[in-house]
């Protein structure tokens, strides 16, 4: 068993926002786990935790959103609805607080497609082997804990490996707990919002989408991937992007380079990042941070995708089109082993401009079409 440092978790910190009172209890702090403090009623609630798979942390997931109810209906509270969006926007959350970055109270909540007139988060980080009834035990105790207030609606739950101090490798486990109530919520009718991704195509009235991508038609294809993008957010309840010269200027230019130099990747050979080259453009607000990724290898205020596919590609296939290459669509790859749509949560992020940057040709030497989104926010 390890020793860990820190002995008690921080609580009790309150946010008004807009006039209305967001509780949040949020517990950056990791300490040795209590014992259970009663039977679990969930399935995997009292399953120990560390360095779980993903099957385990869905599971650990959906029984702290099973043991938020049962406490609710002891208490005479209403049933709260599982979001699966909003427990993969919690699980981001939690993935965030191991590695230590900035968690604000319900941050991002709004802009990434969950409008609310009420968010209450609790964060609970236990070592070194919690089950899901003891990081649920330690939310339940804390100063304005998500789980009981009387006036949300709609519950999210995300699980990730390790501790703010150790990082995703280390022991015990981060759970992260958001529930709200939808602007239009006049009861316990749910609410939030379910994700808005596409089952597999939808271009709907955006010229171009089905239409093989040739040098003779880059433009239109461009736009047409703007736009199934801007469906995309307005599906999921979110502001569309506008296009953006810098933004345009540098994922074509990467774009150019990928297939120029035949590689696939977001750093180019130079080790120059995709921020190193949209904070080089001149972006606003562009600050490279490193990750476990490798050196200024995440942005504040920017983010990208990059796909390929052969000749004959359209904007539909590189959004929706099943495996191509080890490649998915951006909307419609599976989860990684932590769990997250990379490409999917960048497209939904909290963003307003946007530059697609196409290129007949790919980074194998074929005849194919690469393709660049840059965002900025």
Not at 196 to 224: K, L, S
């Amino acid at each position: 068993m390890m020793a860990h440092p820190m002995t008690s978790p921080r609580r009790g910190r309150t946010f008004r926002r807009g006039g209305l009172l967001i509780a949040a209890a949020l517990s950056a702090a990791a300490f040795a786990a209590p014992g259970a403090a009663h039977a679990a009623p969930c399935p995997g609630a009292d399953v120990p935790l560390n360095q779980a798979t993903i099957a385990q942390r869905a599971q650990a997931s959906d029984a702290l959103i099973c043991l938020a109810n049962d406490a609710r209906a002891n208490a005479g509270l209403p049933q709260l609805t599982r979001d699966q969006s909003l427990s993969d926007f919690a699980r981001s959350k939690s993935d965030r607080v191991t590695r230590n970055y900035p968690n604000d109270a319900c941050g991002g909540v709004a802009d990434n497609g969950f409008p609310n007139s009420v968010c209450v988060e609790s964060v609970e980080v236990l070592v070194p082997a919690p089950t899901a009834q003891q990081l649920f035990d330690g939310i339940l105790t804390g100063n304005g804990n998500a789980i009981m207030n009387p006036d949300v609606t709609t519950i999210g739950a995300g699980v990730s490996n390790g501790n703010p101090t150790d990082g995703p490798t280390g022991a015990g486990m981060t759970a992260d707990v958001l529930t709200i109530r939808s602007p239009d919520a006049g009861g316990n009718t749910g609410g939030g919002n379910t994700g808005g991704g596409n089952a597999g195509g939808g271009n709907g009235d955006c010229a171009g989408a089905d239409a093989p991508i040739t040098q003779d038609t880059i433009g239109v294809a461009e736009d047409a991937i703007t736009c199934l993008v801007n469906k995309e957010r307005a599906n999921a309840g979110l502001a569309p992007l506008a296009v953006n010269a810098t933004l345009h200027g540098t994922a074509t230019a990467h774009s150019t380079d990928m297939v120029g130099r035949q590689f696939f990747a977001h750093t180019n050979p130079d080790n120059n990042t995709f921020c190193d080259r949209i904070q080089a453009a001149g972006w606003p607000g562009a600050q490279c941070q490193d990750t476990d990724q490798g050196p200024r290898t995440a942005c504040t205020n920017c983010r990208e995708n990059i796909g390929w596919r052969g000749a004959g590609a359209t904007p539909n296939d590189f959004m929706y089109d099943p495996a191509h290459g080890g490649q998915d669509g951006w909307m419609t790859e599976p989860p990684d082993a932590n769990g997250h749509r990379w490409h999917r949560e960048a497209i939904l992020g909290p963003y307003n401009a946007i530059g697609v940057g196409l290129v007949v040709g790919d980074p194998e030497g074929g005849d194919g079409v690469t393709a660049t989104q840059d965002f900025g926010g």
